[in-house]
């Protein structure tokens, strides 16, 4: 019999993410810089005559086109006992179209650690009150954490506060730990600059709009599977 860690990695999983509209050039070039559209789970050809070349970005993006591109909100959970994914999707509609909408502040690529993602320029209130009710609202859908979810975040290296909002929340980073972010590229340290003049060049227009905020329902059969939006809402809106 296979144990229940086992099984619980072959269990579909699911999270709440903000994503940009579909139809935003900020969505449409992530897609191609990450390879593959989270919305249709169709790969794309990757940009090219850049500062790094098409291989090269395909082999920084591997982590971050697995979950597509996104910034987190709830983190990946399975359904706890008792919840199935249509309480799920009914609870996700009514409660974003509760919310009210907001203008994300203007966006930046920056390293954050050992990787490049999108940050907000300047805090929103508004866009952590967000995260913060995501957390809360979603939290009696969440299956508690099992030992291999748990090592997977690393606790070794969290601090006190983060490892009491892993083992009670099932992630680390939430509340005042909290930092808006949409990935780019998985850990690296070589051709920085490189990197940098390419994200520049394929990103300075997609970044000169205003973007409403929005959220996604994502759904992932397996660990092994990528991420795919299952619903999609605009805040506020009955439409998409």
Not at 94 to 109: H, N, R, S
Not at 184 to 211: G, I, V
Request: charged fraction near 25%; hydrophobic fraction near 40%; charge should be neutral.
């Amino acid at each position: 019999m296979p144990s229940s860690q086992s099984s619980h990695q072959d269990s579909p999983r699911y999270a709440i993410y903000f994503v940009p509209h579909p139809e935003s050039l900020l969505m449409q070039k992530a897609s191609r810089w990450l390879g593959r559209d989270i919305f249709t789970n169709r790969s794309m050809d990757f940009p090219e005559n850049l500062a790094i070349s098409a291989d090269c970005i395909e082999k920084i993006t591997k982590s971050p086109r697995h979950y597509g591109f996104h910034a987190t909100l709830k983190a990946p959970f399975r359904l706890a006992d008792g919840k199935d994914e249509k309480a799920l999707r009914e609870i996700f509609t009514t409660f974003f179209e509760a919310q009210k909408p907001f203008i994300i502040p203007a966006l930046t690529y920056w390293k954050i650690g050992s990787f490049y993602a999108f940050i907000c320029t300047k805090t929103s209130v508004k866009l952590d009150e967000l995260a913060h009710q995501t957390v809360q609202q979603f939290e009696p859908f969440r299956a508690p954490l099992d030992d291999f979810e748990i090592q997977k975040r690393n606790p070794q290296n969290l601090s006190e506060k983060q490892r009491l909002y892993l083992m009670d929340w099932g992630y680390p980073y939430i509340f005042e730990e909290f930092r808006f972010h949409l990935t780019l590229t998985d850990k690296m340290e070589a051709r920085r600059n490189l990197l940098e003049e390419a994200l520049e060049t394929w990103f300075s227009d997609a970044l000169q709009n205003p973007l409403e905020a929005s959220v996604a329902l994502a759904f992932q059969e397996n660990r092994q599977s990528p991420f795919q939006v299952l619903d999609f809402k605009k805040l506020g809106n009955s439409g998409n």
